[in-house]
Structure formats: C-alpha cells, structure tokens
C-alpha cells in the first residue's frame, strides 16, 4: 500500500484525473481516500486528501475514474446512474476546494 | 467554561480516584523487559544512523565504524523496522495489562460517579454514533441538575469508562497506522528517531491523559465544520503532490493504455487451452493437441517478441541506461532481469518479466515527459 497526498485545494475534476493517473503511474489502484488537515511545524493548516493506492495488475485497474459529488440531491442520483456503468470504489468526505464534500468515486476499464 | 470542567474532571479522576492513569512501565528496573527493549531502541538508533551513513556498526564499541558499507541505507531500514516489529507488541501487551486494570478498578469503586458528584454542575454524557462524534464533555447532564437517580449514576459509570477506552484504542490506530504507513519508506525519509518519537505517541495514544486531551480536542473541533471529517496530522510536513495538467495525466493515461494492450494479448495467450494428452489418443486427436500447442505457442512468441522489441529500444537508448542501472540494482527485479538476459530462457516464462520491467519502468518515468513520450512512441509502433 502507498499513499498519495493531494492538496485540498484541487477542483474535484483535477483531483480525479490526478488519481487516475497516479493509478496508472504507480501499477495501482485506488482504495480510499482521507481528507487531513497538517497543521505544519511552521504552524499553518494545510488541507489535503490523502489516496491509499494497493499493487495491482495494470488489467485490473479502473482507470477511468468518475468522481462526483454526492452531497446533492443531483448528484446522488448522478451517482446512481453511474452505477450502472462503473463499479463503486469509495464514498467518503474529502476537501474539494478546501471545503469538505461528499463525493464518490467509481472506475471502469477501459481496455 | 468546558475546559475548566475538564480539568476538574481531570484532576479527579487522577487524584481524587486512584485511578492508573497509564501504563505501568518500569524503567527503574533495569532488568525488565521494558528497560531491555529501551536499551535495544537505543542501539538500534545508534545503529541506524552508522548504516544510513554507510558505515558499519561496532556493536561492542557502540559507534561507527570507520569504513564504507555501500548496503547501509536498506540494512538501516530493516534494523528501524525490526525495532519497531519489537517494540509494537510491548506497548501493546502494557496497554491491555492496563485496560484490565481499569475495567477491575471500575468494578469495585465509583469510578467515575464521584467525579460526577463533585462536578456537579459540570456535565459528561456521551452520544452514539462514529468514534470522532462521540463526546465526553459539553453534553447537558439534566437528570443531575433536577436530582438524580440510582439508574442515572449506574448508566454513566457503564458508558464513560468504555468511551474512554474507545477514544485510547482510537488514538492508538491512529498513530499504529502512520508507523506502518511509515515503515516502507527509506530510512532518509523515516528516521529511527521519528520512529522512536512515533513509538513514544504511540504509548501516550494509550494514557487517560491523551484520551481526556483528545476528547476535548473532539468537542471543540466540533464548533469547527472543516475539521470534524479531518484527521489532524502534527509534527509532519507533508508535501502534496503537484497537480498535473490535463496533457501530463493524459500521457500517464495513454501510457498504461499501450502497456494494457500487450498485457491483455499475453493474457490471452497464456490462457489458450492446450489438451493433454493421453496414451489413447487417436492421430486426428494428436495433431489437434499438436496445433493447439502451437497456436499458443505462436502467440506467445508474438508478445515476447513485441515486448522484446520494446525493451530492447529502451535498454539501447543511453537516455535510459541510469534508470536500467538502478532498477538492476533491485534485488526485486533480479529474478525478472536474468529471465529476459538468459538465451535459453522460453518465451512463456520471458514475456510476463519483460512485460513486468517495462511497467516498473514507467513507474520510474513519471516525472520524465520526454522519456515518458519515448516510450510512449516505441510502445505505439508496436502495438499498431
């Protein structure tokens, strides 16, 4: 396992397409995700989403990545439409432009 | 004001009760287990910091010697973890001696009632749901304001002391999961002495003290909407990683697409069905068993030959050779190098160990746009 640090202050769409290709960078795949606050020794607050990657065969990961957010009503049904096309990967809250969102994150292959 | 009936709670809990407030650890002692792990810390830092320095350790001296040890860097790594992978279970086996202790404690005196008596207007409750929503503090105690009941007392002793010890064994995780997050990386980036000050707070993550601290850390960080889904990480810079524009990821992207497309054609033809064959078999059943192999075999030497190719044009390109020379470094990777260096070797044992150093390759790469394009482009040509 190996975790990537992102900066909360990424838009959703960015942050997803970083993952994605962090993915396929790394031989990995995506597990969840953990929104942190690093209160650094300079004494600033710094708000981040920490990815946990696993190893993994490069025919088994999804690497197309749709991540949405939930925290409407529009959005969740997004995401239950998407359902039917991408398999679930992690549901959670994770800072999307420094502000805590309910997002979730499917993938499909594309290959 | 939630502050200072913390403290009061604090200081009777501590003082008034008798409580155990931590672990028993008895340093004093030096033929305890503890003073003997204390002593194998200390030299497995001294050791570290010789071997992260490339030098080797004089254990009876205790320092370094003067000499040059070229493994230094991982052996370092294996000494920190192994003086974790020791350390961890020790903590582990004082922090349930010590939540038994507590449990017994809580049977026979009024634990945490007494606390409730002489705070009277101070008020501890708890509320279910998830281990950051669970509050100790600020919570209306009104049965005890308007007289309180036997049940009332009995309802708060049962639920206190397991929110404490909910609250320590969380602490505990979460510095157990930063030292094992830790524990793969080099010792350049994890020292022995982060690892030493990560196995202090993870003993501290195990005190009355740090659950009372983190419980009214919780409650206030409640007031707070952005911190009470974050976990809070102090005393560690963490650098992020930088967000890569549409074009790099798209790369990225495109990359594992081409490394697909030959893992997808090696796949399927390892997984070609060969009969076997049987001492029964007739002609006609021989040459179908016959061709079968063939066809496997056919396609397999295919993709040996497509990912051959592959390698070959990065092993060939000096902008390449450093990176080949450091992955033949890894002791990983020796297996897979002398499988696709060997003549005799079959192309079905071959291609999956070309397939698996083009894919560490490109891990290798990722900050490398013109090398990343390189490959790209030789990958492309022959997956065309």
């Not at chain 1, 606050?37 to 999804?62: F, H, M, R």
């Not at chain 2, 009470?228 to 524009?245: L, N, Q, W, Y």
């Not at chain 2, 450093?322 to 002791?331: E, L, R, S």
Request: net charge neutral; hydrophobic share 40%; with cysteine.
């Amino acid at each position: 396992m190996s975790t990537i640090s992102y900066p909360g202050s990424a838009t959703l769409a960015d942050l997803c397409r970083n993952m994605a290709a962090d993915q396929a960078d790394g031989n990995q795949k995506l597990v969840s995700l953990e929104p942190i606050v690093n209160e650094t020794s300079g004494g600033a607050k710094v708000n981040l989403n920490q990815a946990t990657y696993a190893p993994a065969d490069i025919l088994d990961i999804l690497d197309d990545l749709n991540c949405i957010d939930v925290s409407t009503v529009a959005g969740n049904g997004q995401a239950a439409e998407a359902g039917h096309t991408y398999t679930f990967i992690w549901r959670g809250k994770i800072f999307v432009q420094d502000k805590l969102t309910e997002v979730q994150v499917l993938g499909k292959s594309t290959t | 004001m939630k502050r200072i009936q913390l403290a009061l709670l604090l200081c009777v809990v501590l003082f008034a009760t008798g409580c155990p407030n931590t672990p028993k650890v008895d340093f004093a002692n030096p033929n305890s287990f503890v003073s003997k792990i204390n002593a194998y810390l200390q030299d497995a830092q001294l050791k570290c910091d010789c071997l992260s320095r490339q030098h080797s350790f004089n254990e009876k001296e205790k320092r370094c010697n003067d000499d040059a040890f070229s493994g230094g860097i991982e052996e370092a790594k294996i000494v920190r973890n192994n003086a974790i992978d020791l350390a961890v279970p020790v903590i582990d086996g004082m922090y349930s001696e010590f939540i038994n202790n507590i449990e017994n404690r809580r049977e026979k005196t009024d634990f945490i009632a007494d606390v409730i008596e002489l705070a009277s207007s101070a008020a501890i409750g708890s509320i279910k749901g998830p281990q950051r929503s669970i509050q100790i503090i600020g919570i209306a105690l009104t049965a005890f304001r308007g007289g309180r009941k036997s049940s009332d007392i009995n309802f708060y002793k049962q639920q206190t002391t397991p929110i404490l010890i909910d609250k320590m064994d969380g602490n505990r995780a979460e510095v157990l999961a930063i030292i094992t997050l830790n524990q793969v990386k080099p010792i350049g980036e994890y020292s022995m002495g982060k690892a030493i000050k990560n196995l202090a707070d993870y003993y501290n993550a195990g005190t009355l003290v740090r659950a009372f601290n983190q419980l009214s850390h919780d409650t206030a960080n409640q007031t707070q909407t952005s911190e009470t889904a974050a976990r809070v990480v102090r005393g560690e810079d963490i650098t992020p990683s930088k967000i890569r524009t549409v074009q790099e990821t798209d790369l990225s992207l495109e990359l594992l697409r081409q490394r697909r497309i030959l893992a997808k054609r090696l796949r399927d033809a390892l997984s070609m069905a060969v009969p076997t064959a049987t001492a029964g078999d007739t002609v006609a059943r021989t040459a179908e068993i016959a061709k079968a192999k063939t066809d496997r075999d056919e396609k397999v030497k295919a993709v040996r030959d497509d990912l051959g190719e592959v390698w070959t044009a990065i092993t060939q390109d000096d902008k390449f050779k450093p990176i080949v020379a450091q992955m033949k470094t890894d002791t990983a990777l020796t297996n897979s190098f002398n499988l696709v260096e060997a003549t005799a070797t079959t192309d079905e044992l071959a291609a999956p160990e070309l397939l698996k150093l083009i894919n560490v390759l490109t891990t290798k790469i990722k900050d490398n746009p013109e090398l990343r394009a390189s490959v790209l482009g030789t990958l492309q040509t022959v997956n065309k």
